[in-house]
């Protein structure tokens, strides 16, 4: 049973405007969430996290929300650039559970120019 | 070296044959995780590191799987009797303590014949 779900294998955008990944979970004692990126024979990459005692936190061009009630996150990248085409990988962990990471299986994300 | 390394970087073996694959962390990290990415899906805990003990296996799948890191600082995750299904890109992470972010490495792509 998938504890973290992306619905969505891949996205398409066009460069310049706002990039949308969308993630849910179901294990309410997920505490901590993070979003990894991932371009092909590398491994992921740390990009933004959020705790679950905020709604949102924001970094550069990159701002992650969690709606707790609805146990859901998105990743918003604006403006998007081709250079941000690449996997992107929701994960969540807990104290609990010695922060391992439980990973979605991904979204491919496709910026055109 | 900088970042996480890990070798080799493909391994092909054939079914019922042993391996060690190999992960060297960020110098000084003391968490060490180990994570499987099988195609298709995202990365899938097996094993975490706190020093030189195995703080959490209930990510390994079966026997076969063992994981060492005597030193407290590099680690092996040996397989026995490989398996088709063990093919996999095999991931290691390193955090300084628990609960920080993971650094992960590039990952051991192994394809069992």
């Known amino acids: 049973d998938q504890q973290v779900k992306q619905n969505s294998p891949s996205l398409s955008v066009q460069e310049g405007r706002i990039s949308i990944l969308n993630c849910d979970y179901t294990?309410?004692?997920?505490?901590?969430f993070l979003w990894y990126k991932k371009y092909p024979a590398e491994g992921p990459t740390f990009l933004i996290s959020i705790s679950s005692i905020k709604d949102k936190n924001e970094d550069g061009r990159f701002t992650v929300f969690l709606n707790k009630s609805a146990k859901h996150l998105s990743l918003h990248i604006v403006p998007s650039q081709p250079g941000d085409s690449a996997v992107y990988f929701c994960a969540a962990s807990s104290e609990g559970s010695n922060y391992k990471l439980t990973f979605g299986k991904g979204t491919l994300l496709t910026v055109n120019p | 070296g900088a970042g996480v390394s890990q070798t080799p970087s493909n391994k092909v073996t054939e079914k019922g044959k042993y391996v060690e694959l190999r992960c060297d962390p960020i110098s000084g990290h003391t968490a060490l995780y180990w994570y499987r990415q099988s195609l298709g899906q995202g990365p899938e805990f097996l094993i975490y590191?706190?020093?030189?003990?195995?703080?959490?296996d209930s990510g390994l799948p079966n026997d076969r799987f063992f994981a060492v890191r005597p030193e407290g600082s590099v680690s092996t995750l040996k397989i026995q009797r490989t398996e088709r299904g063990d093919s996999a890109v095999y991931l290691c992470?390193?955090?300084?303590?628990?609960?920080?972010?993971?650094?992960f490495g590039p990952g051991t792509r192994l394809t069992v014949l």
């Open positions: 590191f706190q020093g030189t003990g195995a703080a959490d």
């Open positions: 992470a390193s955090s300084s303590v628990q609960g920080d972010e993971q650094f």
């Open positions: 294990n309410s004692m997920f505490d901590y």
